[in-house]
């Protein structure tokens, strides 16, 4: 995204309709954004008004707050006060004021213990994939203003000595080259298929269910992918597999791949049908 979110149109005469009497609606209700096009009328009719339509999905909706989360947000706000003071603090207020946020992560201990303290504190976005700024459900991302943003928001209730910025994190191409021999009546072309979608369900969930939330630092093992391309009915055997980061002069290797605290991998399945 660029500097600011993706313009999605231009309406006139519109006005925002809010969800008001969640009382007897199911929790699950919420889950998923009210499609475009379900509002077509009013509850009361009015004369002055002749169609009513809705351009756009809904979105922000959240379920009832129960009063264990009630006491739990209150515990919160009284342990940092609104006063941004430590990095737990930071965090703590960013997802409170941010739905956009699934979490917020800062650097280790190792790094906030090192000597001399680090004059820019980074803390790391992770976005709701529900509300983030890209269309891009593997590498979803907040826009620049919206960090800025949360930062500017965040820094007046810092010391003044404190410089927070609110970053994405950095997604990393790991591509998987593999050749496998399926079982009998198993096309290549089909099997391969197969096994590209289900690797992708099995490395980056978050794809398809929109609840679920990248994973910094993590990593793929070599043996561990080796075995789960293995497990599949349609294989028989794998005949070969490299794994390879972006890197300039990397090769194909056969080792596992780490990320760093604010890397998320994502795999890339390259199937070899030759």
Known sequence: PGEAPKLKGVFSGAVTATLDTTGDIDDSHFAQALPAGTITQLATPLAAISNVSQPLPSGGGRVQETETAMLARIATRISHRQR???????????????????????????????????????????PDSRYCDNDDALRPVLSSARLNAMAAWLGQYTSLWADPQVVNPVYIDVTVNYKVLFVDGI???????????????????????????????????????????????????VLSLTLKRPESGAKAQQQTISAGENEVLILIPVADSQ
């Open 187 to 237: 096309s290549p072309d089909y099997g391969y298929g197969q096994l590209n979608s289900w690797l992708q369900q099995r490395y980056m969930p978050w794809g398809e269910d929109r609840q679920q939330a990248v994973t910094p630092g993590k990593q793929i093992d070599y043996y561990q992918l080796l075995a789960v391309i293995q497990q599949s009915p349609l294989v028989q055997r």
């Open 84 to 126: 941004a003071i430590s990095w737990g603090n930071m965090r703590s207020m960013l997802m409170d004021n941010y739905p956009q946020l699934f979490d917020v992560r800062f650097p280790d201990a190792e790094k906030l213990n090192h000597i001399p303290a680090l004059v820019t504190q980074t803390l790391l976005a992770i």
